[in-house]
């Protein structure tokens, strides 16, 4: 008999371990994989981006689905708390470029190590287990059974399975099986995060090409879903980079017609590109035009960018008219493509939709239908875009349940 039972050692389940191990609870944390925090270890390519140096306000306005359900979990443990919780533990962190906080060692192992460890020192007795079913009686949770049939007793339950993106590392979707007999309902669940299927074959060409400070904005409908600055990078079937897996988050309704603009110069508008454009035309005044774009663009992306501008590659530069000129420049501003389709949600950095946030309590994370199970973690309808956000979510709620159960 536990005072509380965790499913699934990922960063929600060890901080909602650790959290309630420090307040005096008896804890078993049961995990499927031999070892924990399997999806932590490949991170941020492997140097997992651990959290975000944001302030609260800057975290909930990187969360896109169910953020004002965040605010108590954010409030109560934020990134700044991420920070201390690892230094704490000699894991000395580094902040880069828009706030992302990584280890110093460039080694997401060394976070998950640092966890399992807390989670152990802390108290926390952890089993190589499947959970099957969350048990009850008298419609509150006392324990979990196993997939062997073996019952633990509990007096609460925190479901931390995770969602369904990369099941290799173990998340298949338990937790929302478990919650939904347990009368909760699921938001309908997709790959969120996730790479861009283009109907245009001219990315294939340009195949891990990654562009740097560009502008890519998302439209549905006319209507602009999603503009930020930032990488991108081309693959076999489309786009990736972290702009694009951004965008990815609003391709909601398969039916539509979304369209993507990518902006190559955002630094430079339209006018000012036209003067640049005539200053390196100048230059290369006696060159074919696919010869005279080597100090605008990329090497790879210049054959692409000739022919979808439709203008001769072997014209010479002082046969270029203005208008057309004109019509390099507006190219430059807006290379278009459209959405053929997502990637699986095999291929998703994060699910999106999940356990439903108005079943959930936002200050304890308790269910609002079974006293005594929680939840923390991705298995919770919410998403956030690449940053470190996952990861503060799933601390951040894993704390919070921890401190509550
Ligand atoms: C390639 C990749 C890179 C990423 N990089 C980043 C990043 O740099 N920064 C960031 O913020 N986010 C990142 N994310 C997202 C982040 O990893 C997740 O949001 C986060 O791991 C979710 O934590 P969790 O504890 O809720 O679930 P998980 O990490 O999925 O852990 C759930 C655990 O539960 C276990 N489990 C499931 N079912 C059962 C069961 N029935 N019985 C027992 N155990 C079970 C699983 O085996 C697993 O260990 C990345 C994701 C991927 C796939």
Known sequence: MYDCIIIGAGPAGMMAATAAADAGKSVLIIEKN???????????????????????????????????????ALNRFDSSDTVTFFENMGVALKTERGGRVFPQSDKAADIAEAMYRRALDGGCTFVNGEAADVLTENGSAC??????????????????????????????????????????SITPTRGALVPIETRESWPEQLQGLSLKNVKLTLKCEGKTLFCDQGEMLFTHFGISGPLCLSASCHVKDPEKDYKIEIDLKPALDEPTLDSRLLKDFTKYINKDYINALDDLLPSKLIPVFVSLSGIDPRRKVNEITKQERRSIALLLKNMQLSVKALRPVDEAIITAGGINVKEINPSTMESKIVPGLFFAGEVIDVSAYTGGYNLQIAFSTGYLAGTCC
């Open 34 to 72: 031999k070892m924990a925090g399997r999806k932590l270890r490949i991170t941020g390519k492997g140097r997992c981006n651990v959290t975000n140096a944001a302030d609260v306000d800057t975290l909930m306005r990187s969360i896109n689905e169910n953020g004002r359900f965040l605010y108590s």
């Open 143 to 184: 324990g979990v059974r196993l997939k062997s049939g073996k019952e633990i007793l509990s007096s609460s339950v925190i479901i931390a399975t995770g969602g369904l993106s990369y099941p290799l590392t173990g998340s298949t979707g338990d937790g929302y099986r478990m919650a939904k007999s347990l009368g909760h």
